[in-house]
């Protein structure tokens, strides 16, 4: 019954990860897949999460039973928590509901699908570009995608103007999805003065802001510096939906940890909103796994272990700005034709080259470095190993 079936292409990112994997030389370079790497090219497991999951493993009066559908309480609320900060008040009037998720992505449908389901504009504008996943996303959770001018290539920076137009037409009402710091793919993101301005121009025209934080720590090394926009947001009193991912700050992507916050006008309509979230999961995939937000939990509340994943997630986010300067170095060493100074400019993960995707495909062949097509590299992919390597062939690749 299934020999008519077309075969699908690769998922545009993880499918670099697999033409990587075929790829039998020794100086290939992986830097499609947003995952973190230490100095030696490694995987990083954080010490903290170890440690946590020590005490878990100890505890003997731990159990396997299943998770509440919303997922364990400790969590949501310790990650309501971190995303708005202790003082907020959402949290102190209890008028936010927040459900553990599977990572960002699964985050980011329940909140779709629950705004499909009761929210009365079904359209979401979404930045172009932004992460590929998003479109696919909020379409199949029953929304229509349209897209806000985000980024301009010409400064390699933000197109603020286009921004502000794209939304000043947009009908009043919709959903608008932000990145709530380390833009991905463009590592461009507005200034704090900006981003008041994007907040005034949503609330006049009584838009829905939806924040995707899946980098809190990651962009600047500071976990509240990162969630300045969303707290501007809510600190004027007004909803929002926040999706936010532990599969960067706390290494943790494989565990798919998340969660999604639903900041609401009072507490009874906080309580009647989560009711309905659980009937948006318990279909889907009725509750949520318990190991990862175990980990989450433990970190969390314990002050020492807090204070310990500050100093190493900032020494992540110092990694990564290190490896900036060095290309940044590397490629104006070697006078390569251009301007460069966005690599430092740009914040988070990725840095999106300008390299087009002629130039993405000659460094892959020629030089055995992968990235997605539209010449976003992952920062944390590098070392000072490989830099010169990537500087050789972007070199190569501008003045050929
Ligand atoms: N949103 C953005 C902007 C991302 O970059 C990512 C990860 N690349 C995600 C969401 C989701 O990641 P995950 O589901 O692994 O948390």
Redesign the pocket.
């Known amino acids: 019954v299934f020999s008519n079936i077309v075969r699908a292409p690769e998922d545009p ?1 993880l499918g670099v990860t697999v033409a990587y994997n075929k790829d039998t030389s020794p100086n290939k370079l992986n830097l499609g ?2 995952a973190y790497r230490t100095e030696e090219g490694k995987p990083l497991v954080l010490n903290v999460v170890r440690k946590a999951e020590q005490i878990l493993v100890n505890d003997q009066s731990r159990v396997k039973e299943y998770l509440p559908i919303v997922g364990l309480a400790d969590f949501n609320k310790l990650s309501a928590k971190l995303i708005l900060g202790a003082d907020s008040p959402a949290i102190q009037e209890n008028r936010i509901t927040t459900v553990q998720g ?7 449908r329940v909140g779709g699908e629950f705004l499909a389901r009761h929210y009365h504009q079904l359209t979401i504008y979404i930045p172009q570009p ?2 590929g ?2 479109t696919k996303v909020f379409t199949l959770a029953g929304l229509s995608v349209k897209t806000y001018r985000y980024y301009d290539p010409a400064t390699r920076g933000l197109d603020f103007q286009g921004l502000l137009e794209d939304l000043g037409s947009a009908p009043t009402g919709s959903v608008v999805l932000l ?1 709530a710091c ?4 463009t590592g461009v993101d507005p200034t704090l003065e900006q981003w008041e301005q994007i907040r005034q121009l949503i609330r006049s025209k009584a838009f829905l802001p939806f924040f ?4 809190q720590g990651f962009a600047s090394g500071s976990l509240d510096a990162d969630a300045q926009p969303v707290r501007l947001f809510v600190g004027d009193g007004g909803e929002c939906l926040v ?1 936010q ?4 700050n706390m290494g943790l ?1 494989g565990e ?3 969660a999604l916050s639903i900041v609401c006008k009072t507490a009874d309509v906080a309580s009647r909103v989560e009711s309905q979230l659980k009937l948006v999961i318990r279909p889907m995939y009725s509750n949520p796994p318990i190991h990862g937000a175990s980990i989450v939990a433990t970190i969390l509340k314990n002050s020492d272990l807090y204070n310990e994943w500050t100093i190493e997630l900032k020494a992540m986010a110092d990694r990564i700005i290190s490896m900036r300067h060095q290309l940044f170095d590397a490629l104006t060493a070697r006078g390569t034709p251009g301007d460069w100074s966005h690599i430092m400019k740009q914040i988070g ?2 840095t999106f080259t300008g390299l087009n995707s002629e130039q993405v495909a000659f460094m892959t062949k020629e030089y055995h470095i992968y990235m997605t097509s539209d010449g976003r590299i992952s920062m944390a992919g590098l070392s000072s190993k490989t830099v010169p390597h990537l500087a050789d062939a972007i070199h190569a690749a501008v003045t050929r």
Request: proline share 3%; net charge positive; charged share 10%.
């Open positions: 990112i897949v947003g599977l990572s960002g992505t699964g985050s980011l932004t992460w996943n998003h990145h380390a833009h991905n793919p995707d934080s899946a980098y999706a991912s532990y599969a960067k992507y798919r940890v998340g993960m990725f």
